[in-house]
């Protein structure tokens, strides 16, 4: 049964009826206000005439980036040169209609436009304004440029991630961008906890997200461990385990899962080894027991050390490829994965990874063309058809 199908009622969107600008670029922004788009929220996404770079993104068909697409599914789009007075003046309008605005500029790039948040509350003091940057608003780091790069290695997290890595001196390259995306949904979670004061209070405020420690919040233990001394443990536990035809993920974190693989693996005399008897123990040996582990998976092909293992109900998978992941039935059967249309044709969008009993959360169909609604908020704000807009780079530092 579909959670929906719980529900007494038809499910809607939980923020329809709520209006964002966006004026984020790139990843974590857009990110954040995706989420509020899929959620129902209005979103109105603000660029230059020559669009934001993740537009040139690929792949790409017909000039139409999926990237872009993924992260900004939902939204309309809207041109308008910042510098302008006529383009400050729309955005001024708008505001005053308007329930969040979200911006990820390198910190006093707004207030220099004369958008800040102080300039705009007395606008709306309704207004719930969400600033998403590398190193917070204020500070001695706050106006140092950063990408998730950038703060992946500031953060200490590469490093951690080194030190999980047997024989390995030298830090990862970066492809993937765990900080952005970590750093936009926290700020849709601050966002809906302001929705939620302003329910109470009937004012807005304003949100200072890092993402410095947005992606400390990933080093849960190790945060803790670099406060303290202790002891490295002589291997790390999660890692590959070898099959004939490649590697499975075992997790054992639990007395359970210890027991249940010593079953799988035909070594039932060793959950009272005096090796492994304890979890402290068992640390200390760690490399005997995944030794042992591995002489019993490499004859096997990974589908069949799969099936003995999930058959005790250890904790595993095979390692795959995002494609792979992709073609998993369970994300069908979650209809995980949505259609979205733009110039360039049909591609797909994962949609939000939770679901609601009473409220429809998933992404929108159609990628807007860039600018395909500046007229119509023009005029919303009471402006000429062609105020507003220019050929000059809008909002730039």
């Not at 857009?30 to 959620?39: T, V």
């Not at 002891?231 to 890692?239: V, W």
Request: proline residues 6%; hydrophobic residues 35%.
């Amino acid at each position: 049964m579909e959670l929906a199908d719980k529900h007494e009622g038809a499910t809607t969107k939980a923020f329809a009826g709520l209006r964002v600008l966006d004026f984020s670029t790139t990843i974590a922004g857009p990110h954040c206000s995706r989420m509020l788009a899929d959620m129902g929220a209005e979103v109105i996404k603000i660029e230059t005439d020559g669009g934001e770079t993740m537009r040139t993104r690929p792949p790409l068909r017909h000039g139409c980036s999926t990237v872009f697409g993924q992260l900004n599914v939902g939204k309309k789009s809207m041109v308008l040169d910042l510098k302008s007075e006529e383009g400050n003046e729309a955005i001024r309008r708008l505001v005053a209609t308007s329930d969040i605005l979200v911006e990820n500029f390198r910190p006093g790039v707004m207030h220099r436009l004369r958008l800040d948040y102080d300039s705009l509350r007395p606008l709306n003091p309704r207004l719930i304004y969400c600033s998403i940057s590398g190193y917070g608003q204020t500070g001695p780091s706050a106006e140092l440029p950063a990408y998730a790069p950038v703060i992946h290695a500031a953060s200490g997290y590469d490093m951690a991630h080194l030190a999980h890595q047997p024989g390995r001196n030298r830090p990862d390259y970066c492809g993937i961008y765990h900080a952005d995306v970590v750093t936009g949904t926290y700020g849709f979670g601050a966002i809906a906890s302001a929705l939620y004061q302003r329910s109470v209070t009937g004012l807005g405020q304003h949100i200072d997200v890092s993402m410095l420690e947005s992606m400390l919040t990933l080093t849960v233990v190790e945060l803790q461990t670099a406060q303290f001394e202790v002891e490295p443990p002589p291997r790390p536990m999660f890692g590959p385990t070898e099959t004939a035809d490649g590697y499975v993920m075992i997790t054992i974190s639990s007395e359970k899962s210890f027991q249940n693989l010593m079953k799988a693996i035909k070594r039932p005399e060793w959950i009272s080894d005096p090796r492994f008897v304890t979890y402290g123990v068992r640390r200390a040996n760690w490399g005997d027991m995944m030794d042992g582990v591995e002489a019993w998976s490499r004859p096997l092909t990974t589908k069949e050390c799969l099936a003995a293992l999930d058959a005790e109900g250890v904790p595993a998978s095979a390692y795959r490829t995002v494609a792979e992941a992709l073609a998993d039935p369970q994300l069908t059967h979650r209809r995980a994965l949505t259609d979205v249309t733009d110039e360039g044709g049909t591609f797909q969008v994962l949609n939000l990874p939770f679901r609601m009993s009473g409220a429809d959360v998933s992404a929108g169909k159609h990628m807007s063309v860039l600018g395909e609604h500046t007229q119509e908020f023009l005029r919303e704000a009471g402006l000429g058809e062609a105020e507003g807009t220019s050929n000059k780079a809008a909002a730039s530092s």
